[in-house]
């Protein structure tokens, strides 16, 4: 049957490459259907205060292929902060997932996106050698809200940027 609103949280369902769809979708969904299956909980989000958990999930369509399974983002939200890399059962197939937030509040595809962005800022940092990339002190609860109000501030004629963050609940 149909679930009421208060039932349910929003939650980013993030396709892998071999799907019809692609990108990250936000979907409704019921707290005590996905609160039970198995997840892991991304380093990077507990560091800037977001515990965000990481469920697998079933592909929209069959996929005879290995490399249907790729998920670049499942890399982002799994990386070591201290090594840069991604455990290998999360670099190799993760297929798609669905991301949620530890405390059951609502989670979107644009909240999924802004947390992937900072993410893929940070990438970089692991390149530079001068000065070392320190976790503790870059990847703080303090940076991501840095993060995330530049951009959300528009630059005057830039206003096709608002449309990225249209349904934002972080």
């Known amino acids: 049957g149909a679930f009421s609103e208060a039932e349910t949280m929003k939650v980013a369902r993030l396709y892998c490459s071999g799907e019809k769809n692609n990108?990250?979708?936000?979907w409704k969904w019921p707290f005590r259907l996905i609160v039970d299956r198995p997840f892991a909980v991304s380093p990077i989000s507990e560091r800037i205060g977001?515990?965000?958990h990481i469920t697998r999930w079933?592909?929209?369509?069959?996929?005879?292929?290995?490399?249907?399974?790729?998920?670049l983002w499942a890399g982002h939200l799994m990386m070591d902060l201290k090594t840069g890399r991604v455990p290998h059962d999360w670099h190799n197939m993760p297929g798609p997932l669905i991301v949620w937030r530890q405390d059951g509040g609502d989670f979107s595809a644009d909240d999924?996106?802004?947390?992937?962005?900072?993410?893929?800022?940070?990438?970089?940092?692991f390149t530079e050698e001068s000065p070392p990339f320190d976790p503790d002190t870059e990847v703080t609860p303090e940076a991501f809200e840095q993060f995330k109000a530049k951009e959300l501030s528009v630059e005057e004629g830039d206003t096709d940027r608002t449309k990225w963050w249209e349904d934002l609940n972080i």
Do not use: W
């Open 23 to 26: 990108g990250a979708r936000t």
């Open 50 to 52: 977001l515990p965000l």
């Open 58 to 71: 079933e592909p929209e369509i069959t996929l005879h292929s290995s490399v249907g399974l790729d998920n």
């Open 112 to 125: 999924l996106c802004l947390v992937v962005c900072y993410i893929d800022g940070l990438l970089q940092r």
